[in-house]
């Protein structure tokens, strides 16, 4: 059972756009992983002839995020293609994470002024989502590619200190193991800063390298079940579990600070 939950657990939390300098000053966030975290994540369903538009502008947005990062506006940046469809329609995905809301909103107008929005935005099915993290890590300075995960749970109303302690306690370690042996570069627990979904919404993400690291996970996974096989009961009676879904996506580019 510890399997099923943690199986789908993916930080950043999940989630993707796009920001800009604007001549601000660099700003030191040397102490990002103390701090809470906000998601501003985009999902998109995008025509797949207009695919290539929309990844584009991921790569033109590029230098002005990676100057988003390192004057300290943004905590991480990203984008990505959905790898496994489902009947949401969502193909693509991109995010921005910050420390506060107005560093949110800043890069956000930035990247808009910065570069010309894709005509593919106005004719594809859209979404935002508002996510906050208390409890994250990421290896600082890490960029490229690689593939993100993310689990989404509706959890009773009153247990969501509960999910917070028993990731804290329970599978915070996991992840903090498996960071640093470089399996996967960011992981969160996100709970919604704005409510657009379920109430109890809450989600799980982290980021791997590559898909072979996915395997060296699930391999370091069955052996974390096998010495607490508590968790997967105890995480799930917290949990409407049917609500369960996974998202896979193949990352594009992304950067951490």
Not at 39 to 59: C, D, H, M, N, S
Not at 142 to 160: C, F, H, I, K, N
Request: glycine share 8%; aromatic share 10%; hydrophobic share 45%.
């Amino acid at each position: 059972m510890a399997k099923r939950v943690l199986q789908g657990m993916v930080l950043f939390c999940v989630a993707l756009l796009l920001a800009a300098a604007g001549g601000r000053p660099a700003r030191a966030q040397a102490n990002v992983a103390d701090q809470a975290v906000y998601t501003y994540v985009a999902l998109w369903g995008v025509p797949r002839a207009q695919w290539g538009e929309i990844e584009k502008f991921y790569k033109d947005a590029r230098p002005t995020l990676e100057k988003l990062t390192a004057n300290g506006t943004l905590a991480g940046w990203g984008n990505a293609r959905v790898f496994v469809h489902d009947d949401t329609g969502f193909t693509h995905a991109n995010w921005i994470m910050a420390t506060s809301f107005a560093d949110i909103a800043r890069a956000l107008d930035a990247v808009r002024s910065a570069v010309p929005q894709p005509a593919a935005f106005a004719s594809s099915k859209h979404v935002d989502e508002l996510l906050r993290a208390t409890i994250h890590g990421g290896k600082p300075g890490a960029s490229g590619t690689g593939m993100l995960w993310v689990a989404r749970y509706e959890v009773r109303p009153d247990q969501m200190e509960e999910i917070r302690r028993l990731f804290e306690t329970g599978i915070k370690p996991l992840f903090d193991e498996q960071m640093a042996a470089g399996t996967i570069l960011s992981y969160s627990l996100n709970f919604q800063a704005v409510h657009t979904g379920p109430e109890g919404g809450v989600s799980i993400a982290y980021l791997l390298p590559d898909a072979a690291a996915i395997d060296k996970f699930q391999t370091a996974l069955a052996a974390y079940e096998a010495l607490h096989p508590e968790i997967g009961p105890s995480m799930e009676a917290t949990m409407e579990y049917a609500a369960h879904r996974d998202s896979v996506y193949e990352v594009l580019s992304f950067g951490q600070k």
